[in-house]
DNA sequence: TAATCCATGTGGTTGGACCACATCAACTAG
DNA sequence: CTAGTTGATGTGGTCCAACCACATGGATTA
């Protein structure tokens, strides 16, 4: 075994036990190294890949970001595995699409109303009529899918979400270049966005699965994925 | 950025570009360090994230094995991830069970009768009904279900039934010490694998889909998990 | 009293050294 | 000429010692 792997054990070892919990702060590195009886660089090599997935974050300095300390964010970590995948050619973004479909006619047939999730997912929609620029409003359309998808109660099924948007974040980016008229298709989006909140709220959650499901297969077909085999 | 950042972008880019494909190797660590004019560490760092997203496999000596290659095992580095996120308390273990039967359900009502991975899952069963201990049977049945899942041919979906299963594969092995008859229930289990497949290759992929819900959550319900909080 | 300076502790980075390992070519003994 | 041995080579794995940038907080000073 090797010596970063010894290192990891440790951690989570500490983080199963509960002698490390969400908001605590490691040891120092320096510290670690000594009381593991290794090197600084195989302490590092560990926490790398903690904050690789999500589990730590590291800051320098001294204070209240300083220090190693345990977040949550399975998420981003998830998004970054399956967007390097996709670069290998090994994950075919239309797989990543359908996965996403599935995953979020899911949660909204499940979402539950009255959860702060879903106000924030309104919010999210009235921001969205005033988005100016492209940008500004997938970074939108993004949170609220999102929220739409925590709804759900799911914290595995809200993380797999988040990931797979993200590992298609630029992706998606790219394919709004190609969109014959961007202002058709936002107004479509927004309105297909109220649509499935109506449904959500109206506990109508079969109505609210099928408008999602339609409303991302839309959006993918008409920039040109979802059939035939992956462009990239 | 930091330093490791780099590395992996530029490498990340030459997996994009083509240049680096699945099978190759990577330059060697003190020649991306001169290339990019890093130290030899802040390299090693960034190959060590890329091996825990299963992106690469470093191996030492020379020839075959050795060098660090390109891969593509996504399963157990999200595995790995979602392991150590059930252990910082985030993600509670009935929700992953919840997101297995979904995903499974969903791959069993669309499996292709026909693929390999059927083929597979049909040998898997015939082993397991020759398996005698209990690890053996539970290490048959991972790989049973990950040949299902396999069969409705969403890479993404095999991806991530696999990381979930390996989340809990030390959980669910705990849990069948507390069962009351053992024998009892794997013959329960087998019985109910020869189900599920009869219906895939009969084309039902409804019933296959509820057999595998059923079964799934009948056995962790048996353990005593899938309702109520998180015991762990 | 208020502004400044510096000691302290954190992670970030570097260069160099040495190790274990696996291969392959050159060499040597038969 | 063959078969076995040996050493050169190149790979990742590990460790060390030093230095940097940064943020804080207490000591010092105007």
Redesign the pocket.
């Known amino acids: ?6 290192v990891l054990q440790w951690i989570e070892k500490q983080l199963s036990d509960g002698d490390l919990a969400l908001g605590g ?9 000594e009381q593991l ?9 560990a ?2 890949i903690l ?1 690789a997935m999500g589990v730590v974050r ?11 300390v345990v977040i949550a964010e399975p998420g981003s970590a998830l998004g970054s595995t399956l967007r390097l995948h996709v670069a290998t050619r090994h994950l075919p973004v239309a797989d990543i699409v359908e996965t996403r479909v599935l995953l979020e006619s899911w949660a909204a047939e499940r979402a539950q109303v009255g959860v702060p999730a879903l106000e924030e997912a309104a919010e999210l929609l009235d921001q969205m009529d005033a988005a100016s620029d492209i940008d500004a409003f997938l970074a939108l359309d993004a949170r609220f899918h999102v929220a739409l998808a925590q709804a759900a109660g799911n914290s595995v099924v809200s993380a797999m979400m988040a990931s797979l948007r993200g590992a298609i974040e630029n992706y998606a980016g790219e394919l709004t270049g190609n969109l014959p008229d961007w202002n058709a298709t936002s107004d479509r989006l927004r309105a297909e966005h109220r649509a499935i909140l109506t449904a959500v709220n109206d506990n109508d959650g079969g109505r609210a699965a099928e408008l999602v499901a339609a409303h991302i297969q839309g959006f993918y077909t008409e920039a040109g994925v979802g059939s035939g085999p992956s462009p990239r």
């Open positions: 075994m090797r010596t970063h792997e010894l702060r490691l040891p120092g590195e320096r510290a670690m190294a009886k290794v090197s600084r660089t195989s302490v590092r090599e926490v790398r904050e590291a800051g320098v300095g001294s204070g209240k970001d300083a220090g190693t």
